[in-house]
């Protein structure tokens, strides 16, 4: 089986390291035009990524956003058509960051952020806050349009730090919070729908036969620090509108439903006790809380581990995870990734059971 990545609005990263950068002829727009990359509070651009406000413009030689990932799309689907259905069983359709449906609001790479910071709001570039402005004026407080939160902190802010993420009157509960939040997670949801809408369509001819069919998948950032807190800050910027009194993932469950789209997750070797106590970390709680929404939108769960585990503790993790007593077993499972360390002794003695188990049982 191959599983496939399309990314085009963002550079492709993979521990920090450069794999895939965005084509060519769109850094040469950007470079006389920085407006078309996510832009945070303090006027830095990050051209890893295209923003959203360009997916509707016509900025690429007359083309929108949205219009060259189709073509880029149907390029691949008509190139590797006789092996769609047959090595090809999976495509992840890249939405954001690493492929993941996320702001880019925690950019490691450049040290602008450092774990476990709650980001920033990637909202300031000039098509984004057009947008937000229109929003504002259709709510009636067109002040609301002016800018984005002044007390959300900074990169490596903690949530006690930030009064936007408190529960005071300027805070996220406040109607102006929750109008932004909405907002932001909404601009978020609106891109994956119509990015979906058009991957599906040109995949619909390999749903029909179930034995050679293509599952679409999309990825999302499992932002599981701070996660125990009332307002969960991290996921926050970086869209995901999930707080202790919302769920932020049942919007997001719908529309892969409504588009027969499978849902990727990490985190599946990660146990709570193994966090840092003061981040009030919580993978186990967040990777409950999305396995629940897929159960209940009856959507498939494909899962990976985010850090290198050879241990059997998290190795066991992942079986567990992968075959939870309450819930279906996951789809498929990737595991992220061998390397030299595999293949040392102890490392080897505790793999080579673990695929067995996990080969024997999917």
């Not at 963002?10 to 390291?17: A, S």
């Not at 599906?200 to 069919?213: F, V």
């Not at 970086?238 to 997750?265: E, F, K, M, P």
């Amino acid at each position: 089986m191959l599983l496939c990545l399309f990314t085009q609005t963002c550079t492709y990263r993979l521990e920090g390291r450069e794999a895939v950068s965005l084509p060519l002829w769109i850094l040469e727009i950007g470079h006389l035009n920085k407006d078309i990359y996510y832009q945070d509070q303090n006027g830095f651009y990050n051209d890893d990524c295209l923003t959203l406000g360009v997916d509707e413009r016509p900025l690429f030689s007359g083309r929108t956003a949205l219009q060259c990932y189709e073509d880029f799309m149907f390029s691949f689907v008509n190139k590797f058509e006789p092996f769609m259905g047959t090595l090809i069983e999976e495509i992840c359709v890249g939405l954001g960051p690493c492929g993941e449906l996320r702001y880019p609001a925690h950019p490691f790479v450049d040290g602008k952020w450092r774990f476990p910071g709650i980001g920033e709001f990637q909202c300031y570039d000039k098509y984004m806050m057009e947008d937000l402005k229109m929003a504002a004026c259709q709510e009636g407080k067109p002040h609301w349009g002016n800018q984005g939160p002044q007390n959300a902190g900074c990169y490596n802010s903690c949530p006690s730090g930030a009064p936007f993420f408190e529960e005071g009157q300027d805070g996220f509960l406040s109607d102006y919070g929750h109008f932004f939040l909405e907002w932001y997670s909404d601009r978020l949801l609106r891109h994956a729908d119509a990015v979906l809408a058009k991957a599906a369509n040109m995949l619909e001819k390999y749903q029909e036969n179930e034995q050679s069919s293509v599952l679409l998948v999309v990825k999302i950032g499992m932002i599981y620090w701070w996660y125990q807190t009332e307002s969960h800050p991290a996921e926050l910027t970086a869209g995901y509108y999930n707080t202790a009194v919302r769920d932020g993932y049942d919007h997001l469950a719908l529309i892969l439903s409504h588009h027969g789209a499978a849902l990727q997750i990490s985190c599946f070797e990660m146990m709570d006790n193994e966090t840092p106590p003061t981040s009030l970390c919580s993978p186990e709680g967040l990777l409950q809380q999305i396995r629940t929404v897929s159960k209940k939108r009856i959507i498939h769960l494909t899962g990976r581990n985010t850090y290198e585990r050879f241990d059997k503790a998290g190795l066991w993790q992942i079986h567990a995870n992968c075959y939870h007593p309450q819930a279906e077993a996951v789809r498929s499972f990737t595991y992220f990734r061998m390397n030299d360390k595999t293949f040392k002794v102890e490392n080897w003695n505790n793999f080579v059971p673990f695929v067995r188990k996990m080969s024997t049982d999917m």
